[in-house]
């Protein structure tokens, strides 16, 4: 079983910056992806980005250009760096993956994230 740790939220005034990056643990053969999702008050819960084994992307239409996902295969962590941080961004960032061998996703425990404008 994987286990996650996330780490990097905060509070930051709007247009400015943070790093989140969650490490994953475990008996892990190989993961699918890694990624995030972000729940803000009241809402769904939402994808904002993910990364692939072979490294392709998907993020967001509202993140494209803000955000930048990445992931070092060797250590199974992904990050994801957050600029030009806007008030509806705010909410509790959950890291996600997909082991390989496992039909069904892991998550995090969240780290919430508050922009302030």
């Known amino acids: 079983q994987v286990q996650l740790v996330e780490s990097g939220g905060g509070s930051v005034q709007a247009g400015g910056s943070l790093r989140l990056s969650c490490a994953a643990s475990?008996?892990?053969?190989?993961?699918?992806?890694m990624g995030w999702y972000r729940q803000a008050p009241g809402k769904q819960r939402e994808l904002v980005a993910r990364?692939?084994?072979?490294?392709?992307?998907y993020l967001a239409d509202g993140v494209k250009g803000r955000f930048t996902i990445s992931r070092d295969n060797a250590k199974n962590t992904v990050n994801l760096q957050m600029n030009s941080l806007k008030p509806e961004d705010t909410g509790v960032y959950y890291c996600?993956?997909?082991?390989?061998?496992?039909?069904?996703?892991?998550w995090g425990q969240g780290t919430q994230v508050t922009v302030s404008s």
């Open positions: 996600n993956v997909r082991e390989s061998r496992r039909p069904y996703d892991t």
């Open positions: 990364i692939f084994s072979r490294g392709s992307t």
């Open positions: 475990g008996s892990i053969l190989s993961l699918n992806y």
